[in-house]
């Protein structure tokens, strides 16, 4: 029973020791929670509680908190992958949602489970979700300044519970400034993909992310027998080759936990229900 959490990345030149001290905290505090829910829940049940609890803190670029476009507009992407029914699904640029994470989950159930912009939209306030703006006012002040924030970033979650199922979960509020339109890795299997081997989550650029295949890979190259290391340094290797900016956290199912970063560092978090590992 084991489980990693990552928010992001962490910026030593754009980003106060408070800051981090916060993230920190927050790493703590939600990994915690979610090993305990670990407990009594499976690995895919975990990461979505995980991501929401990620989603619903304002130092993370996911839910509430998420990076506004070009036009104004915050548009959410997220999705989940279940490594033993092999189930992708997801949302991209919804909008007005708390979790984009639960509308992922909810599309589990769902034969068309990857749904974008107004059709994800129309499903979740068709299934319950209620309208809610994840808007802060300092994303507005960046947006109204022209100013990225670089202190934000995409959470995710991979887990292995007792029974030996391994799940992952990835929810962003994107790059910033992007086009309306303009589509995130976080709800694509390069984002975010989990088999009965191995689960893996990413941060970073988008299109670095999706132009490497980064998830797909690490878990494709442990299922066809490369150490969870290797694999993970094997596919930053190939991101290195075109100065691919990513993060990315993964578990196998006997339990190892790697996590790796092409540029540092990744704000991430590592927890076996005896040994705590915090980004510093
Ligand atoms: N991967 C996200 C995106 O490109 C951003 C991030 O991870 O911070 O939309």
Known sequence: MKLLIHGGFFSESSQSTETKIAKQQAMER???????YLRTHSAKETVVYAVKLLE???????????QIQRDGVIRMSASLMDGKSKKFSGVINIQEVKNPIDVANLLQNV????????GANAFAYAHGTTKFSTEIP??????EEKVVSNGVGTVGCVALDDYGNLAAATSTGGKGFEIPGRISDSATVAGNYA???????CTGVGEDIVSAAVAAKIVTRVTDGMTLKNAFQKSFNELAEFDGFAGAIGIDKSGNMFWQESH?????????GTNLTIFD
């Open 30 to 36: 939600i990994i915690t929670l979610a090993h305990e």
């Open 56 to 66: 619903d803190d304002a130092l993370f670029n996911a839910g509430i908190g998420s």
């Open 111 to 118: 034969d068309d489970r990857v749904l974008g912009g107004d």
């Open 138 to 143: 300092q994303r507005r002040k960046e947006y």
């Open 195 to 201: 088999n009965d081997d191995c689960a893996v989550s």
């Open 264 to 272: 540092p560092k990744i704000v991430f978090a590592a927890y076996d």
